[in-house]
């Protein structure tokens, strides 16, 4: 049996029969280190947090249009 991740879905594709769909929705934790310039998130982790969290502290993440798919399942 093969395991497949799942973000947001928003790519989602082709023919999942007999997978395990992993879903990550939980894992959505956002920390910024401003001083490092460093963001660590979470696997399923949207883009929209992102400038939400960074805006505040005066930075920003490059995203695509699509604000509620994953920042993991774009650089994957
Ligand atoms: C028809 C269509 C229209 C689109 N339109 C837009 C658009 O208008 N704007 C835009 O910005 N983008 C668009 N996209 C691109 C889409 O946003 C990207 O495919 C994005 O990566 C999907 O993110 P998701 O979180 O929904 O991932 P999913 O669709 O859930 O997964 C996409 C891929 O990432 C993998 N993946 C997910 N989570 C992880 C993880 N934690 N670790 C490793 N791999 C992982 C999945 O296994 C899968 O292969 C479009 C795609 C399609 C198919």
Redesign the pocket.
């Known amino acids: 049996m093969r395991g497949?991740?799942?973000?947001?879905?928003?790519?989602?594709?082709g023919d999942v029969d007999g997978l395990i769909l992993l879903r990550?929705g939980l894992l959505n934790e956002v920390e910024m280190r401003a001083q490092e310039r460093v963001a660590r998130v979470g696997?399923?982790v949207?883009w929209g947090q992102v400038p939400a969290a960074a805006g505040p502290l005066g930075l920003t993440g490059l995203?695509?249009?699509?604000i509620?798919?994953?920042v993991?399942?774009?650089v994957?």
């Open positions: 497949v991740l799942s973000g947001g879905g928003h790519g989602a594709s990550t696997a399923g949207k995203c695509g249009s699509a509620r798919s994953t993991r399942s774009a994957s």
